[in-house]
């Protein structure tokens, strides 16, 4: 199962390129976003996550999922900027 979503700054924009991880107690998933912001995690197990993004010029992003099962979607926001 996945989850997918967008990176976007505080503007609403797409962030090419950031670094999306999905780190679990067995698994360690990393993507890069594509030019529109997207980014797709494929082969998500159910369990306790801890997901963070980062990006070039952005603050880092981090926060707790606990993934159920199934195709979820997540969209992440960045503050990126002074």
């Known amino acids: 199962m996945a989850a ?3 990176v976007v700054d ?3 924009h797409g962030l ?3 670094r ?3 780190e679990g107690s ?3 998933l990393v993507q890069f976003t594509d ?3 997207a980014y797709k995690i ?3 197990k159910v369990g306790s996550y801890q997901v963070s993004v980062s990006s070039q010029g952005c603050h880092d992003v981090q926060r707790s999922y606990e993934y159920m ?3 979820v979607e997540m969209d992440l926001a960045m503050d990126c900027g002074a």
């Open 4 to 6: 997918t979503g967008s």
């Open 10 to 12: 505080q503007n609403g």
């Open 16 to 18: 090419q390129d950031a």
């Open 20 to 22: 999306v991880v999905f």
């Open 26 to 28: 067995t698994l360690y």
């Open 35 to 37: 030019e529109a912001g």
């Open 42 to 44: 494929e082969d998500l």
């Open 69 to 71: 099962g199934g195709n």
